[in-house]
């Protein structure tokens, strides 16, 4: 758990009490690749630590899935409706490969709110980091092009990027799979020039 907790003391002080309440709620859990860990429509859905792997929040419309986040090791996988707003959730969340997380029930993580002002910080900085990248998100679908969302996608997100499937990649960027396919050859034929 000690990377959980550098982690958050990156954002926010710890003492050893909240250290130990903390490790007294947070559970480990391991999970194969497509586990469904929040449904949507499920109101008190779980708050988790990616310690290992790649989740992604998704929505269903008319029978297609359409990715709208990812979160990699490090990140905090919630549900934003959920956690933020007490409404049921709207998208699932799912295991993109075998993942290891910190599990925390929305019941205790709130407790933990009311009870830590360093906690109630954390929540704030969540919906923060999740209204930052959502702004950037829309600003780059909006702005940029195929190719250079890829591109920056590449960039941001090294770790995401070929533990992934590359549907939902391009769910995410709002381009075609194909393209994602076309992406990933130029790459591959540029990194082998000389």
Known sequence: MNELFQNLELHV???QQV??????????????????????????????????????????FDEKESTNWFFK???FAFSMESLLLGKPSEGHLESCVEAT?????KADFWALVQKYDSIRNLSNMLAGIYLREAKKHVHYSIHLSAW????????DNP??????????VASFLGIF?????RFRRRISTEDSLP
Do not use: M, W
Request: charged letters at 20%.
């Open 159 to 168: 770790y995401i990027a070929n533990r992934v499937q590359s549907n939902h």
């Open 19 to 60: 250290r130990e309440d903390i490790s007294r709620f947070f559970t480990t859990v391991t999970v194969p690749a497509q586990t469904r860990l929040i449904l949507a429509g499920q109101l008190h859905p779980p708050l988790y630590y990616v310690r290992e792997g790649v989740l992604r929040n998704f929505e269903v």
């Open 101 to 105: 997380l910190y599990s925390i029930s």
């Open 177 to 181: 799979p194909g393209s994602v396919s």
């Open 148 to 155: 250079q969302r890829y591109r920056l996608f590449l960039a």
């Open 73 to 75: 090791k490090g990140d």
């Open 13 to 15: 002080p710890l003492s």
